[in-house]
């Protein structure tokens, strides 16, 4: 129920009102059965900004952390996304984030919409990284069509570690709906898995025109900006 109250009457008309979503290509999103809504990750806003244009309702996977916080703000954080029917990933093992993606395959076996990040944390400079590949175990396991979406400016409209966001018109793109049924019955197959998901980062890329490099995003926030070759 605060899923529905956040979107239609406490904050969904507000944030339509300031940040005026221009959307391309919403009717790539089925309007019924199980889909996969897969995203590149720019900003905290990115969990936000898609409930709010997709009709139905997207339930995605989001670090402890936002579970866990201290204070009011802390406490406010936990409200939002445990109203928001957002499920908490623990990302310090398999074990853990298997069972973040066993919760959304009851999600999609239900006929509803499962959000995914396949780089697992936002990008530390907006360039697209390396997608994990939890997407295609989903995918593969529960047969639903993965829907690549990209956040074109969400960084610029609330840059990381800034909690104010700028004013400005968010721009969000979605593809055509990818079908990996010819891949059935192979989930588990670790090459079958890295090339479902390289098929979808590489849309993802074409979708955001943002550079793709071949590494993890995790990695890149502990090391150096790779020089760009001469």
């Keep these: 129920m605060l899923y529905w109250l956040l ?8 944030l339509r009102l300031i940040f005026r979503p221009q959307v391309e290509g919403l009717e790539n999103v089925p309007e019924t059965g199980p889909v996969i809504l897969a995203s590149n990750h720019l900003s905290f806003s ?17 670090k402890a952390e936002y579970f866990t916080g201290r204070g009011v703000k802390g406490w406010l954080t936990k409200m939002f996304f445990v109203g928001s029917g957002t499920i908490p990933v623990d990302r310090s093992g398999g074990r853990a984030a298997r069972a973040a993606l066993d919760t959304q395959l009851r999600v999609l076996r239900a006929g509803g919409i499962a959000g995914i990040y396949p780089e697992g944390t936002r990008s530390p400079d907006g360039r697209l990284y ?16 993965v829907v690549p979406m990209a956040m074109l400016n969400s960084d610029a409209i609330q840059p990381t570690g800034q909690i104010i966001p700028n004013l400005g018109r968010v721009r969000i793109r ?20 890295r090339a479902v998901t390289d098929e979808i980062m590489y849309e993802l890329m074409e979708l955001s025109g943002r550079e793709y490099v ?10 150096p900006r790779e020089p760009i070759p001469a």
């Design 7 to 14: 979107k239609y009457i406490i904050l969904g008309p507000l």
């Design 46 to 62: 990115d969990s936000i900004f898609t409930p709010l244009i997709v009709k139905r309702k997207v339930t995605f996977i989001a």
């Design 130 to 145: 390396r997608g994990k590949t939890g997407v295609a175990r989903l995918a593969l396991e529960s047969g639903a069509p």
């Design 174 to 193: 979605f593809g055509a709906p990818l079908d990996f049924s010819r891949y059935a019955g192979m989930a588990g197959d670790r090459f079958v898995e």
């Design 214 to 223: 071949d590494r993890y995003a995790q990695k890149a926030k502990v090391q």
